[in-house]
């Protein structure tokens, strides 16, 4: 098995590398097509190898993740800084909230990428069928199914890559 995988190719991305892709911002299974089309907005399916997106349901998953590290972050530094520093009042108003704020924005993004990438390596949510390659009609012009419904995945974890 190679390392790269190709547009098109009919075999689901491992899990860490599909979650990796969608933190940047890329498709979880080509990992060249962009997955945002706007801030927030997941495009309705990649250009480049035609994986549907659009039933993703990334939801309320990434503000709480983003909640829980900013949060972590920012109350530390802020706990920090006030047992160990004499810092005044006034900065201390302006400078976390704005921190919080930044960090917030700047994660949110990458975050919500990184559980569209989960849900595409685990099979969540009508990710269960990949694009298919080429020509994706049999012989009596119906769609080939990929994935866990094909048998060929029975015997492995889906999204966990080789064993």
């Known amino acids: 098995m190679t390392d790269t995988v190709e547009p098109g190719q ?6 860490l590398r599909a979650m990796g892709r969608g933190f940047l911002g890329r498709c979880p299974h080509c990992g060249a097509g962009r997955i945002f089309g706007k801030f927030l907005k997941v ?5 480049v190898c ?11 998953l990434p503000p709480y993740i983003v909640i829980f590290i900013v949060g972590h972050i920012v109350g530390y ?4 800084s ?4 004499d810092v005044p009042l006034w900065f201390q108003l302006t400078f976390w909230p704005l921190v919080t704020l ?13 559980v569209v990438g989960l849900q595409y390596a685990l099979g969540m ?3 269960a069928t990949l694009p298919v390659p080429g020509a994706a009609t049999g012989p009596q012009g119906e769609e080939r199914p990929h994935g866990p419904a094909d ?3 029975a015997d492995r974890a889906a999204g966990f890559g080789p064993a």
């Open 43 to 47: 495009r309705p399916h990649c250009d």
């Open 125 to 127: 949510h009508g990710f």
């Open 82 to 85: 006030e047992m160990n520093y």
């Open 50 to 60: 035609s994986l549907e997106l659009s039933h993703h349901r990334a939801d309320d």
């Open 151 to 153: 048998g060929r995945a």
């Open 10 to 15: 009919a075999e689901r991305t491992p899990l």
């Open 77 to 80: 530094f802020l706990l920090e």
């Open 102 to 114: 930044l960090g917030s924005l700047a994660l949110l993004q990458p975050v919500k990428g990184a």
